[in-house]
């Protein structure tokens, strides 16, 4: 399939894209449906220091001089949903789930830092649980690429394939934290509870941009498949990173995580992070004895 390519300026405008959501919501794909080629890059921006501060609020980022791991994710995200909202994407955008989180974090970078990003989808990769792709951005600075992530998501349904290309994802993708069971050399290095509020959804959303419905209210997650609305991924993700801050490596550094179960709103769950005899930190965030959120933090 030819690729596609969307350059921008400015972050592309959202109320477009949402009305492209809302229209997509009738597409019913079948088998491994082609995922077009599609990029897209956008020129040089900073953060808003209106929205930056609100997220550190939100999401428990001390203020300072340096931007917060998770924050470029939160900068692309229009370029992302423009692209899961362009006419040649086959998958309806709205109730696709998060599944995992890469980040890297190559060089340390200002809360005012200037990052052009380049963003591109890979193939869709079919799975019992549904459709899963990959999106992986890099921001640049001054012509080197200073982070790095990579978003696996879901659209939900369809049955197993026999496709080996999902055998080679699972071997090339372990869990994050896969390792990271209790055990005698790892010391707590953190243990909150965290209550995570009703409108917890919503005010992420009006910050991130991200108004995805099964993150907004119940009754719009139940047509999703929810019992209740669920919490963005990237909000557990920020509050983990931020919880631990004075834990995490220097730069160069990874972050990831797999969103194993949801994070109900409201929830009460607990948040743990461990060290073991490297200086990798694991971290896991719990409802009960469930596992939510599984992850990592470790020297690139």
Known sequence: MSGLRRDFDHPPALGPSWLRALGGLTKRPSGEPPVPQLRTTLQPTRPEPRALAQYRALCGFADGRALPVTYPQVMAGPLHFHMVTDPSFPLPAAGVVHLRNLIEQRAPLASDAALAFECALEPAVRTHRG??????????????VV??????????????????????RAESSPEPGADAAPS?????????????????????????????????????????????????????????????????????????????????????????????????????????????????????
């Open 131 to 144: 459709l899963e792709i990959d999106l992986e951005t890099l921001a640049r600075q001054d012509g080197q």
């Open 184 to 300: 005698g050399a790892e010391v707590v290095a953190r243990s909150v509870v965290w209550r995570v509020p009703e409108d917890t959804g919503r005010r992420y959303a009006r910050i991130a941009g991200d108004f995805n419905p099964i993150h907004q209210h119940a009754v719009a997650a139940r047509l999703f498949g929810f019992k209740r609305a669920i919490v963005h991924g990237m909000y557990t993700l920020a509050r983990a990173a931020a919880e631990c801050a004075d834990d995490l490596p220097g730069a160069p550094f990874t972050l990831e995580c797999a969103f194993k179960r949801p994070v109900f709103l409201p929830s009460t769950v607990l948040f743990e992070a461990r060290r073991g005899s490297t200086e990798a930190l694991s971290f896991q965030v719990r409802s009960g004895d469930t596992v939510c959120v599984q992850g990592r933090a470790s020297k690139l």
């Open 147 to 168: 982070w790095r992530s990579v978003i696996t998501f879901l659209s939900r349904g369809g049955g197993r394939s026999s496709s080996p290309r999902e055998g080679r």
